[in-house]
């Protein structure tokens, strides 16, 4: 059964770093695109970074530009999501979702329209 499971969230300070994983299953990611979502209390879902690993074209919202980025890990068959300089509107539940793409090596997309989610992870950023 194809599967998505993410880990690494947890309390961090302003400013700190942290990274994320986000292991599938029963699935290359040769052959869909991942991509990082956060969603905030109160607030939508937002995509945050998505990665092309065929291409290793990476997508980055304009929110956390400079401060996070993604990568790939084929071998493990694991997207990490890594954050830096990280600050407390960064609190949010993060979750990795896929989308096939078999064969395709243009920019993913950051909108939700994914085929397979994970069950999220969250990060509390705070003092």
């Known amino acids: 059964q194809l599967q998505l499971v993410e880990s690494g969230g947890t309390l961090v300070q302003p400013g700190g770093s942290l990274r994320l994983s986000c292991v599938a299953s029963?699935?290359?990611?040769?052959?869909?695109?991942i991509g990082w979502f956060r969603q905030a209390p109160a607030k939508e879902r937002e995509g945050v970074l998505c990665i092309n690993s065929l291409s290793n074209r990476a997508n980055v919202a304009d929110s956390v530009r400079g401060r996070f980025t993604i990568f790939s890990d084929n071998a493990e068959n694991t997207v990490y999501l890594e954050m830096n300089r990280l600050k407390s509107e960064d609190t949010a539940v993060y979750y990795c979702?896929?989308?096939?793409?078999?064969?395709?090596?243009?920019?993913?997309?950051?909108?939700?329209?994914?085929?397979?989610w994970g069950k999220g992870t969250l990060v509390t950023v705070s003092s």
């Open positions: 029963a699935f290359s990611i040769n052959d869909y695109y």
């Open positions: 979702a896929a989308k096939r793409s078999t064969g395709w090596k243009g920019l993913c997309l950051l909108n939700d329209d994914m085929d397979y």
